[in-house]
Antibody, heavy 120, light 109 residues
Framework: EVQLVESGGGLVQPGGSLRLSCAAS????????MSWVRQAPGKGLVWVSR????????TYADSVKGRFTISRDNAKNTLYLQMNRLTVDDTAIYYC?????????????WGQGTLVTVSS | TVVTQEPSLSVSPGGTVTLTCGLS?????????ASWFQQTPGQAPRTLIY???SRSSGVPDRFSGSILGNKAALIITEVQADDESDYYC??????????FGTGTTVTVL
């Protein structure tokens, strides 16, 4: 069974940093694109970033480009999102997602999310 | 780029509802690899459809995806009470990024 468990969320001040993790199990992690999606309270889903199987290719939404870095450790079956220079607009539940199948870069399986609150 | 969806739709139990996903400029095609997601309050999204018309594992065949005119579409037939949810589409863009639609709230009356 595919399982994705996010962690690392919490309260951080504007301008601060946070690193999210997503522990994956139940599938061959290194064979799948992985992504991050966020959702501000009461708002819609927003795609954030994705990373290729070997970590060598990454893509970002304009709203986080230059501030967020997606990475993965295939030996640890873990996806990361390093978030720097956080603003109140980054407050959201952050979901990690696995692609639907090998070779696809889309969003298939979702974790339950971790809440990031940026506030002074 | 703005991905547009109907803000809300209502349907009677047993009926059919069609949700659409369009682009503020241009047409949606199969190269946008449209996906559709269902989300109920407090829950993570659930993938229903990917690559325009492929159904995710475990999704009933009452849910189907297609291209209708210049938009992607999610068609739900034989609507049930527990289909009442928010539905989001996402499109893959030429520069490799994905953009979510604004979401549609489906109410089963």
């Amino acid at each position: 069974e595919v399982q994705l468990v996010e962690s690392g969320g919490g309260l951080v001040q504007p301008g601060g940093s946070l690193r999210l993790s997503c522990a994956a199990s139940g599938f061959s992690f290194s064979n799948y694109w992985m992504s991050w999606v966020r959702q501000a309270p009461g708002k819609g889903l927003v795609w954030v970033s994705r990373v290729y199987t070997d970590g060598g290719m990454t893509t970002y939404a304009d709203s986080v480009k230059g501030r967020f870095t997606i990475s993965r450790d295939n030996a640890k079956n873990t996806l990361y999102l390093q978030m720097n220079r956080l603003t109140v607009d980054d407050t959201a539940i952050y979901y990690c997602a696995r692609a639907t199948r090998e070779g696809n870069g889309d969003l298939g399986y979702w974790g339950q999310g971790t809440l990031v609150t940026v506030s002074s | 780029t703005v991905v547009t969806q109907e803000p809300s739709l209502s349907v009677s139990p047993g009926g059919t509802v069609t949700l659409t996903c369009g682009l503020s400029s241009g047409s949606v095609s199969t190269t946008n690899y449209a996906s559709w997601f269902q989300q109920t309050p407090g829950q993570a999204p659930r993938t229903l459809i990917y690559s325009t018309n492929s159904r995710s594992s475990g999704v009933p065949d009452r849910f189907s995806g297609s291209i209708l005119g210049n938009k992607a579409a999610l068609i739900i037939t034989e609507v049930q009470a527990d289909d009442e949810s928010d539905y989001y589409c996402v499109l893959h863009m030429d520069d490799g990024v994905y953009v979510f639609g604004t979401g549609t709230t489906v109410t089963v009356l």
